[in-house]
Nanobody, 126 residues
Framework: QLQLVESGGGLVQPGGSLRLSCAAS????????IGWFRQAPGKEREGVSC????????DYAGSVKGRFTISRDDAKNTVYLQMNSLKPEDTGIYYC???????????????????WGQGTQVTVSS
């Protein structure tokens, strides 16, 4: 059974950094695209970043491009989201999700991902 567990959220001041982790079990990362999503209060869940099953293709939402970096450690079966220069508008619950796929690409559409973690809260505030 595929399971995802996020960690690393917290409270940080504007301009600060956090690194989120997504530990996967029940599937190896070479079989699944992994995405990071976030949901702010009263807003729809939105895609933040994704990494392909090969690890060679990544994508970012325009609002985080240049500030966030997605990566993975195959030995630990874990995907990371390094978040720098955080802004108050980055506040929300961050979820990782998996899409078991044969496709080479990854995308940021919520409906493309079938397995979700429980989420971790990120709050950017002074």
């Amino acid at each position: 059974q595929l399971q995802l567990v996020e960690s690393g959220g917290g409270l940080v001041q504007p301009g600060g950094s956090l690194r989120l982790s997504c530990a996967a079990s029940g599937v190896t990362l070479d079989r699944a695209a992994i995405g990071w999503f976030r949901q702010a209060p009263g807003k729809e869940r939105e895609g933040v970043s994704c990494i392909s099953r090969s690890g060679g293709i990544t994508d970012y939402a325009g609002s985080v491009k240049g500030r966030f970096t997605i990566s993975r450690d195959d030995a630990k079966n874990t995907v990371y989201l390094q978040m720098n220069s955080l802004k108050p508008e980055d506040t929300g619950i961050y979820y990782c999700a998996a899409a078991v796929t044969v496709q080479a690409m990854c995308g940021l559409r919520v409906k493309s991902f079938g397995s979700w973690g429980q989420g971790t809260q990120v709050t950017v505030s002074s």
